[in-house]
């Protein structure tokens, strides 16, 4: 691609080798063409230092952010901590080598629970404002207990959204056929590769539905037993902020709009960020994550790592997925924060903070319009003065 091809003659040679006739031009040579990658440099930059950041604050194993362009699925950003520097070759060790972003694999958590509230939309069983009852905060699916943190007692489903309930979305999920749900999760492109021709891309693990038990089903829902890379999941959440079509990632600037896949009807894919838009509101689960002058739509994740035997109680994944503008979605980032230690490790508080940095500066670069009234913002901040 870069170099070119070169070209073919026939030509009539001496016998001391030197050529004395050409004959036949067999083929032209053919230039090498250029190639220019998505990434822009200016976010790239933003998103390493707020993750490095991040991940030396709250001493984390490591972390990673992705970001798209929801309108083309162009990858802006990718970046990874620990890194390396490549003019260091002392410092060239195998952990800081590989591209945590298509590579490293995890359960995703509530991140998950949007898709899950689709597929019943999809298919009719539930809107925004259908009521679901929690209580008593746990419910019995065969031989297992799925928790709440709390007793929400009676909710709709943006609540369980903006809570983030394991049961509400336990109930939804079993309200489906299982094969609903894994072929919503595998339009979305779980389980199979991004395509993004970076090398080393994982697929990820989505078992097939005719496997699954009334307790896998039910966890499938709020993000366990299967897994993602976070790029797949920022693939995932573009297809929401694409107005329900997928569109292929790509590592290269391109020139012409890709072509895109229908996965979820338009209005499913706009009640849902709608729904996750309250997610970042003040009695949301991720304040921390909003952008001064911009609607964001997006979750939260806190999944606990799995270790031999089971899940380890004190160790997790913290995650937020989001978009801005909420009200046409251009940006589209995930940020994934492994192993924080210390008192804060829920998404929210140890990702949302991340995103907030990285998505204000990133639609600042990109002289990216605000579509929230500054008074909303100003009177927010009166009425944490006030409390």
């Known amino acids: 691609w870069l170099t070119g091809t070169p070209g073919a003659k026939r030509v009539i040679k001496d016998g001391s080798g030197r050529v004395v006739n050409q004959?036949?031009?067999?083929?032209?040579?053919?230039?090498?063409?250029?190639?220019?990658?998505?990434?822009?440099?200016?976010?790239?930059?933003?998103?390493?230092r707020e993750l490095k950041a991040a991940v030396a604050k709250h001493r984390a194993r490591s972390g990673s952010v992705v970001i798209l362009d929801a309108q083309n699925g162009e990858i802006l950003a990718m970046v990874n901590s620990p890194a390396y520097n490549p003019n260091d070759l002392q410092d060239r060790r195998s952990s800081k080598l590989r591209n945590?972003?298509?590579t490293d694999v995890f359960e995703p958590g509530s991140?998950?629970?949007p898709f899950a509230v689709a597929a019943a939309m999809e298919q009719g069983k539930f809107r925004p404002t259908t009521p679901i009852d929690v209580s008593p905060g746990y419910m019995k699916v065969g031989r297992y207990l799925v928790r709440d943190h709390r007793n929400y007692g009676m909710i709709d489903v943006a609540t369980v959204l903006r809570k983030s309930s394991n049961v509400g979305a336990s109930k939804i999920a079993l309200s489906m056929p299982p094969e609903t749900l894994w072929q919503l999760y595998t339009k979305l492109g779980f389980g199979s590769s991004p395509e993004s021709l970076f090398p080393g891309e994982s697929s990820g693990r989505l078992p097939h539905f005719s496997d699954w038990?009334?307790?896998e089903q039910a966890t499938l829902s709020f993000g366990y037993g299967l897994s993602v890379t976070p790029l797949q999941l920022a693939r995932a959440y573009a297809v929401l902020a694409n107005d329900g079509e997928r569109l292929p990632v790509s590592l290269l600037k391109l020139d012409q709009q890709p072509v895109g896949e229908r996965v979820l009807r338009q209005s499913t894919a706009r009640s849902v960020v709608a729904m996750l838009e309250s997610v970042v509101s003040r009695d949301g689960s991720a304040p921390l994550a909003a952008v001064p002058g911009y609607r964001v739509a997006g979750k939260t994740g806190t999944a606990k790592k799995s270790v031999a035997g089971g899940y380890a109680e004190d160790k997790y994944?913290?995650?937020?997925?989001?978009?801005?503008?909420?009200?046409?979605?251009?940006?589209v980032m995930a940020v994934f924060i492994d192993e924080p230690r210390g008192e804060e490790y829920y998404g929210g508080a140890v990702a949302g903070?991340?995103?907030?940095?990285?998505?204000?500066?990133?639609?600042r670069l990109m002289n990216i319009p605000p579509d929230k009234?500054?008074?909303?913002?100003?009177?927010?901040?009166?009425?944490?003065?006030?409390?």
Do not use: C
């Open 23 to 48: 004959v036949e031009n067999i083929q032209s040579p053919a230039p090498g063409k250029d190639l220019s990658l998505s990434i822009d440099r200016r976010l790239q930059f933003l998103a390493y």
């Open 353 to 363: 903070p991340v995103f907030s940095k990285v998505m204000s500066g990133a639609l």
């Open 100 to 102: 945590r972003s298509v």
């Open 317 to 331: 994944l913290s995650l937020f997925v989001g978009m801005a503008p909420a009200t046409r979605p251009r940006l």
């Open 373 to 387: 009234p500054w008074h909303e913002d100003k009177l927010m901040a009166r009425l944490g003065e006030q409390e």
């Open 111 to 113: 991140t998950i629970k």
């Open 213 to 215: 038990s009334s307790f």
